[in-house]
């Protein structure tokens, strides 16, 4: 999971980009990287670490042009503390190309074979977008005759691209002296949105973005979503082209994307995220009058922030009350998406602290959105019987994650997932609560896409289902044998 940025301006870039990523912010917190193109020239900075404190003033200063593109990272490739393998990537010819990358792909062993072998290009990190950028400028190379570029070339290159890459890609690129460049994958795994301001001048100015937000804070108009197989290529004067450039093209979007991972006030496919999380307490809370007598819940409690609103509806519904239980350090970031679960587990008390007058004596329900590695959720049941709570059902507005997620999500071994071979009475007793209810994988599905135009969701964490249809238990063992943890 990353957070990608481009944008094509009138005036310099550098601030726009930066303030979007800090809007991204919760998408990734190991490193962030920032590229303009001022006319053929391009800059580029990137480091380890959160937005606010990568980026000095000279920083700034040297990231020139009114054409950028930006990201954070959180890594599902790769290593998480090389700060080489930090986005965004460069390959200096054809033209020159910036490119960052929101995503995983899924054949990697193929085609770094056919990067080395037929293309005769050179690796130097385990990065899946130094992959994809290679291979677009491969593509693209053989497209050129000369030192012009038209949009027929660039979309022609990108069909070739979704001919040999498999897996999830939303990406965004720039190509020296020529424009941006953002294309999705076939099956618009990962979210992309497409946003312009009218200036009265020539050519509009336009943003392509990980989600919605960023777009509404700097006073862009959101367009519509980048379709799944589409490029788009604007040119530094602000004129854009489209086209569609994959065979069968299908939106499949990531159901993770709205349990957990966006900001409830982004849209994405047409679908508000925190509508949806609305409408997955309202399933949750009908699950849980199935199976917990009333008599047994005082109180509902979330987990702050993402599992709020499906909180809020669950206690709507029962009849419960609600009440915030957990105070939460805001300068400690996403343990979910923190490498390593030593650190995690780490951070999950500096994070969140149980104020005891909201425990003491009551049988709680606590609302989380989802339950992974199942460290954060033992953490936080212990919290509460140590807060002086009577008896703690835990309930997760999302299934059991029982397999490995291979599109951008970090959860690459089956291992690490709680649920993974267990029962749900097993993950309860490995959790320490007295009672576990988690959300039904077709009420999920119901939730999220009600009213939209989306008609099924990637859910292969809790189903196994994988729709690339190229992921085969030889693959799982090859991730689980190279993926950092």
């Given amino acids: 999971m990353c957070g990608i940025v481009g944008i094509v301006s009138s ?125 677009l400028a491969n593509e693209l190379q053989d497209q050129v005759s000369g030192l012009d570029l038209n949009p027929e070339q660039v979309f022609t290159a990108i069909e070739r691209v979704h001919n040999r890459v498999e897996g999830s890609y939303a990406a965004i690129a720039l190509i020296a002296g020529h424009g941006l460049l953002a294309f999705r994958d076939p099956f618009g795994i990962r979210p992309l949105v497409l946003g312009r301001r009218q200036t009265g001048l020539v050519g509009d100015e336009w943003i392509v973005a990980s989600e919605s937000l960023v777009l509404e804070s700097a006073g862009y108009e959101l367009v519509r979503d980048v379709a799944p197989g589409e490029a788009i290529f604007i040119t530094p004067d602000g004129e854009m082209f489209s086209k569609q450039c994959a065979r069968a093209p299908v939106l499949i979007p990531c159901s993770f994307e709205y349990v957990y991972l966006a900001r409830p006030d982004s849209i994405m496919n047409g679908i508000s ?152 009475p097993e993950i309860a007793m490995e959790m320490g609560a007295d009672a576990l209810i988690y959300q039904e994988v077709a009420d999920m599905q119901a939730a999220i896409i009600a009213g939209s135009e989306v008609n099924s969701l990637e859910m292969s964490c809790f189903t196994g289902d994988y729709i690339s249809g190229n992921i085969t238990p030889a693959y799982l063992d090859w991730l689980e044998q190279t993926q950092l943890s």
């Fill in 11 to 135: 005036q310099p870039v550098n601030q726009q980009v930066y303030d979007a990523l800090l809007l991204l912010q919760h998408r990734g917190q190991d490193s962030t990287g920032i590229a303009t193109a001022d006319g053929s020239t391009l800059h580029l900075q990137k480091a380890n670490g959160q937005v606010r404190e990568a980026y000095r003033t000279r920083d700034m200063r040297n990231l020139v042009g009114t054409t950028g593109l930006g990201h954070v990272r959180y890594a599902t490739k790769g290593n998480a503390f090389n700060e080489q393998e930090a986005q965004p990537f460069y390959v200096n010819a054809p033209y020159g190309i910036i490119l960052v990358h929101n995503g995983n792909l899924t054949n990697t062993p193929q085609l770094t074979d056919e990067l080395f072998r037929i293309d005769r290009r050179h690796l130097n990190t385990t990065s899946d977008t130094e992959l994809l950028v290679n291979v």
């Fill in 273 to 424: 995220v925190y509508e949806a999380r609305l409408r997955l307490g309202d399933k949750l809370a009908d699950t849980i009058a199935k199976y917990t007598p009333m008599g047994d819940i005082d109180v509902v409690m979330p987990i702050p922030d993402s599992s709020r609103p499906a909180a809020m509806q669950v206690a709507q519904k029962l009849g419960v009350e609600y009440r915030e239980g957990f105070y939460k350090n805001r300068y400690v970031g996403r343990t979910f998406i923190m490498p390593g679960q030593a650190e995690r587990k780490k951070s999950v008390k500096q994070k969140l602290n149980a104020m005891s007058s909201e425990f003491k004596g009551k049988n709680i329900l606590i609302v989380d959105d989802s339950i992974v590695r199942g460290t954060t959720s033992k953490e936080i049941v212990q919290m509460a019987r140590e807060a002086g709570a009577n008896k703690v059902t835990f309930t997760s507005a999302a299934p059991p994650v029982r397999f490995p997620h291979v599109y951008g999500i970090n959860m690459p071994t089956r291992a690490e997932l709680v649920a993974h071979g267990r029962k749900i």
